[in-house]
Structures are given as C-alpha cells and as structure tokens.
C-alpha cells in the first residue's frame, strides 16, 4: 500500500464516519435530502477553488454559508416552505456552477478525487471529522428532543434556534470535506444512506447512531480498496457499497 | 390569595400578527384541576404553550416561586420514526439541565435519569403510571398509544413536577387506552396531589374529574365549577351547534 492512498484511506474513513454519524440525525429530522441540495450549492465554490488552486472544501464551505443564508433570508421574506427555497438555492447554485468550473475540473468537482488528497489535506480531514464529530456529540440529545417536539424541547429549556444554528453549521462542514471524497453529486448519499440502512437493523439510538458511523466507515473502505484495484472512480464505489449494505439490511430489517 | 400556584393577569397574546388570546386572568390554586374547554382554534394550546414560556406575551403570568411544571404534549406524531428504546427517551429528559449545572444533578437524582446509562427509580415512576420496568427496553415504535401515553406522562412526572400540564391526553387513544390514561390521571392526583392544567374535548372528564373549568374562546367566556357549566354556556362556547350528552347534576 503506497502513501498516497493510505492519505486518501484515513480521510475517507474519517469523514465517512462522521457523514454517518450526522446523516443519523439529518433523517431523525426528515432532512434527508437537504445533504443532496448542499452539496450542489457547493459547486461554484468547488469550481472557483479548482480555478484558484485553494483547497476545494473551503471554497464549498465559504459557498454553503452564503448558500445557508440566502434560504434563511428567503424563509424570512416568505412563506413558502423550506423545501421549496432550499430548491431554489441549489438548482441556481448548479446553474452558476456549470458555468463558470472549467470542463475538465467539473468531473472532478461532480465525482470527487479521492487520488489527490495531500499530507496536509488528510490531517485537516481528520481534525475537522472530529471536531464535527464531537460538535454534534454534544447536540445529539438535544437535536433529538428538538425533532421529537420543539415545544418539549423548548419547556425542557433547550435553546432550540441555537441548537439548530449549530447543527447546520455542522451540516455545511460535513458536505465541505464530503465533497472532496464523493464530489457534490453524491455527497448526500454519504451522509443519508449509511442513516437509513441503521435505521432499518437498529431498535434503540445507540444502535442507530453507532450504525450509521460504522456502515459510512465501511462504505468509505471498500469504496476505496475496490477504487485501488479496479481504478473507477472511487466516489461511486463508495456510494454503490453503501448502497448495497442498504439492500442487505432490507433482509434483515427489525 | 393564599395556596396560589398560578396567576394570570390581563394575558394577551398575539402570533404573527393575529390576535390569539385577549385579556385572560385568572388563578389556579393548589391541588385543583383545571379544565380548559373550548372549540379548535380557542387558543387552548397556545395558553398552556404561554404558561410554559414557549410563547411571547403581554401581561402577566406569575408561578408560584421554585414550581416544577411538566409538559404532556399534545401529539408526537415524528416520535416513531426515530428507532429509541423507551430508557433512551427518558435520558433526553433534563439535558440541558445537565448542561447548565452539574450540581442539579443530585437533585435530579430523584428523577428517572441522573446519569447516563443509570436509571434509578425508575421503578417508582414506571409503577406510578402501572407499566413494568421490562418495558424500558422497548423500542418506542413498538408501544401501543395507551402505553405511549403513559410514557409520555411518566416523561413528564420524571423530574417531580408539581403542576401537569396536559394537552389532550386522550386525542388518538383507543377506548380502553382512554379509560386507562384517565384512570391513571385520577390515581395520581388521589396520591399525590397534583395541580393539573387540561385541556380536553372530552366533557365527561370535565363532569368527572374537574374542580373547576375555564371556557376559552380567545377571550374568558366563562369560569365556573363544572356543575354551573350549563347547556347555555357551552352551545356559548361551541357556537350552538353541540347536542349536549352528558349532564348529570341533581
């Protein structure tokens, strides 16, 4: 095993982890395609960090933010619903980036690269994964009680637009680092299906949750050993055995 | 007034521009049930969701110092879609609490969930609400609406509330669940005294169980004691076109 792909190994079994371990609560709050969307708002910022030569998770990131607060702007203008406005965003953000990420780059920004990733990119995937990690440790109870009732949650003292604030924040960081390993095309798969598969084989949290990091852990290697034998893009490896662990556990479903 | 638990003075409400609840006051004291009646969209919720100080208000609500309120919602319809065992649902209790102060934790101690994974009398809490302790291990999608039910009042019993708050706790409840849920409101009041706030369509519980009753629309319509609840004031409160069913003062 060389080093490059052992860089690219650790960084995608980190943020697989924790793209699991976020998606658990994504679909808890029936946001599951909202990684999806994101993903693709984060396409111009990709592009124009692939034009630049900046690491392309900041620019998705700086792209999220502006992505996050133009439906928070628009949710406040009208009343229109979420969906709708995270719609907007994201079909005009796929506008905007197709126009300006040169051909050859726009594969890689769709489908990810996985071949490429530096020493100093895989450290940064690793503390970021953990830092998100424990981020939304800490939130999880609360995010919980939240989805359950926002009335219980509030009468309970919980501080839910702070919680929520915190929570997207989580969001945009997960599909920044995502991106690099699947491209903003299959980004939300990362995070939602390992969440859906631990779903159907769990019956309590700590199974659902400790699931999805283990499943999007899993995914994120055999995508990636199948990427080294084979040389098809790894990003829909990942994605397709990530899949295939979802068809298995429909025979097992509790 | 001595024994006050509560006292509201000239509460208004309004959300998103739309006047809900104008002018309301009174007072609760303790020991007493009070039922709260009135016809889908009296502003029944949003009076109990302001009394916990969910919701933005103009006047007064004054709890009686160092009171413990527990909330039993109306409805958790997203509760089964999330895979938690019913020892799971009753850690989520106090985790803010937890968060804030370290120290509340040994007076939480009392409660369902003092520490993770440590359930310690839960025995009493599960016994007050007649289910058995095996039940902890249950995924919550698995119960029946009566045993949810329960649940969720044991939810709220678990931090010592002295007040219960309930909004509609037999809405969706089969019959037999009904009489269980009611039965076990009634046990729990007959043993330990609670206050207990109600909002309810069901005018037997109010005949039943209530010391007093307030007709909302909006505005007070009336405050009485069951009995003076006549057929006039509730074809009142329900715009006249209730059959009335049940009436059975001498």
């Known amino acids: ?254 | 007034m001595e024994n006050s638990i509560l006292k509201v003075e000239n509460l208004n409400v309004e959300l998103d521009g739309e006047k809900i609840l104008e002018n309301l006051s009174f007072e609760v004291r303790g020991g007493e049930v009070l039922t709260i009646l009135g016809p889908n969209g009296a502003g029944k919720t949003v009076l109990l969701k302001t009394l916990l100080g969910i919701l933005p208000y103009e006047g007064e609500i004054k709890w009686a110092p160092g009171i413990k309120i527990g909330y039993v919602p109306q409805r958790l319809p997203f509760i089964k879609d999330i895979p938690m065992s019913v020892e799971e649902f009753f850690q989520l209790k106090n985790v803010s609490e937890k968060e804030i102060n370290p120290s509340t934790r040994a007076e939480l101690g009392a409660g369902l969930v003092p520490h993770r994974n440590e359930v310690s009398g839960a025995g009493e809490i599960l016994k007050s609400i007649g289910l058995g302790k095996e039940i902890l291990k249950r995924k919550i999608g698995e119960l029946s609406s009566g045993q949810f039910q329960r649940i969720l009042v044991g939810w709220a019993l678990s931090s010592n509330p002295q007040v219960l708050l309930f909004d509609e706790p037999m809405t969706g409840i089969d019959i037999g669940g009904q009489e269980s849920v009611y039965n076990l409101l009634e046990k729990l009041k007959r043993e330990k005294n609670f206050t207990i706030l109600l909002v309810t369509h069901d005018l037997s519980i109010v005949y039943k169980f209530a010391t007093n009753c307030l007709c909302l629309n909006k505005k007070i319509l009336c405050y009485s004691t069951p009995k003076e609840l006549t057929t006039e004031r509730l074809s009142q409160l329900y715009g006249g076109k209730i059959k009335f069913y049940e009436h059975k003062h001498e």
């Open chain 1, 1 to 254: 095993m060389n080093s490059q792909f052992f860089l690219s190994l650790i960084s995608g079994i980190f943020i697989g982890g924790v793209a699991g371990y976020l998606g658990s609560l994504m679909l808890t709050k029936r946001m599951a395609l909202v990684g999806d969307a994101l993903g693709h708002v984060a396409l111009p910022g990709m592009g124009l960090a692939l034009l630049f030569g900046f690491n392309v998770s900041i620019g998705a990131f700086l792209f999220l933010l502006l992505g996050i607060f133009l439906i928070w702007l628009f949710e406040i203008k009208t009343s229109l619903p979420m969906e709708a406005l995270v719609g907007i965003v994201f079909v005009a953000s796929l506008a905007i980036g197709f126009l300006i990420v040169p051909e050859p780059e726009l594969l890689e920004a769709l489908l990810g690269d996985i071949s490429k990733v530096s020493f100093e990119m895989a450290i940064t995937s690793v503390i970021f994964s953990l830092l998100i990690f424990f981020v939304i440790k800490r939130i999880y109870p609360k995010m919980i009680l939240t989805n359950i009732s926002e009335d219980l949650a509030k009468s309970e003292g919980i501080k839910v637009k702070k919680e929520n604030f915190i929570y997207l924040l989580s969001i945009a960081a997960m599909v920044a680092l995502g991106v690099k390993i699947v491209g903003s095309l299959l980004v939300g798969a990362l995070v939602i299906i390992p969440a859906a598969t631990a779903r159907n084989l769990s019956k309590n949290l700590k199974e659902y949750s400790l699931g999805s990091i283990v499943l999007g852990i899993l995914s994120c290697l055999f995508g990636s050993l199948l990427f080294k034998i084979t040389h098809l893009p790894a990003g829909p490896l990942i994605i397709l055995f990530s899949t295939l662990f979802f068809l298995i556990s429909l025979i097992f479903k509790r």
